[in-house]
């Protein structure tokens, strides 16, 4: 990812299309897989009380790295890039969600490690979760033999989804999404 638009998506961002990869989601529950959490916890989605709202995306860029494939095939593929302004677009609405008694989560397949390094440098007050192994039954794709998240957002009650938001587009809309999706 460059490191000079990380908060940028471009003009001509290729629209992802609905692949029917989330269609089994709405009404079935989450499994119960202990996920580290970036604020030092382990997070079981399964087993949450009340709503949740877990948007799932490839994963974050770090300053100064180039992309998975390279930045021109990374920004080539439909819904992998704009993690950091789907991450910066939920920050800023954070209040929102928390208003409305909702937990939010980040959520990809990266390390522990990334997922911290991108919760510091973007001051998320939401926690991220971090799937290597992508444990969770969601719609995936690979690059470089690398599994990632495709983009989407789960609208959880009690372990179980109740919406999910497929293919989310563009990426800065995501929290906008999800809090009509919630009915705000």
């Known amino acids: 990812m460059r490191q000079d638009d990380l908060d940028a998506l471009p003009d001509d961002l290729p629209v992802p299309e609905d692949d029917g990869a989330a269609d089994h989601l709405p009404g079935s529950r989450l499994p119960s897989v202990s996920l580290p959490a970036t604020d030092g916890s382990a997070v079981k989605l399964a087993e949450l009380p009340g709503r949740a709202v877990v948007f799932a995306y490839p994963r974050t860029g770090r300053p100064g790295e180039q992309s998975l494939g390279g930045d021109e095939a990374w920004d080539a593929i439909p819904g992998a890039r704009g993690c950091t302004p789907q991450a910066c677009a939920i920050r800023d609405r954070h209040d929102r969600f928390e208003a409305l008694g909702v937990r939010v989560f980040g959520l990809s ?76």
């Open 109 to 184: 397949t990266q390390t522990g490690d990334d997922q911290r390094e991108a919760a510091e440098r973007l001051h998320l007050p939401y926690p991220l979760l971090s799937d290597p192994g992508a444990s969770l039954g969601l719609p995936t794709f690979e690059v470089e033999g690398v599994t990632l998240y495709k983009r989407l957002t789960l609208i959880v009650r009690d372990g179980a989804v109740e919406k999910a938001l497929y293919p989310v587009f563009p990426p800065d809309e995501a929290a906008a999404q999800a809090l009509t999706a919630l009915g705000r």
